[in-house]
């Protein structure tokens, strides 16, 4: 079982920039595509973004033009650069496999608070 540690969130004001990583236990980690999800209050988990084991990316309308995700196979690390942050972007910012239904364990999570 892959353990994964998220950090890097924050208090930021609107149009501010946060970068997230998300550190993977496990040797086989390249092999896996990769994804951001988060959850605000009251709401239900939602994928954010997703990069696959070449390098390819996919994004929520929400964040795209916004939100650049990345990874480093060598640290075992997936990132999400986000830029022009709305109070929308509220929420706990997890990451885990690219699709929930091959999900890990989740890991706690890292807070990012937007404020206006």
């Known amino acids: 079982q892959v353990r994964l540690v998220e950090s890097g969130g924050d208090l930021v004001q609107a149009g501010g920039s946060l970068r997230l990583s998300c550190a993977a236990s496990g040797s086989t980690f390249s092999i896996y595509g990769m994804g951001w999800y988060r959850q605000a209050p009251g709401q239900q988990r939602e994928w954010v973004a997703d990069?696959?084991?070449?390098?390819?990316?996919n994004y929520a309308e929400s964040v795209k033009g916004r939100f650049t995700i990345s990874r480093d196979n060598a640290k075992r690390t997936v990132y999400l650069q986000m830029n022009n942050l709305k109070p929308e972007d509220t929420a706990v910012y997890y990451c885990?496999?690219?699709?929930?239904?091959?999900?890990?364990?989740w890991g706690q999570g890292t807070q990012v608070t937007v404020s206006s």
């Open positions: 990069i696959s084991s070449g390098g390819s990316t």
């Open positions: 885990n496999r690219y699709s929930p239904a091959l999900a890990w364990s």
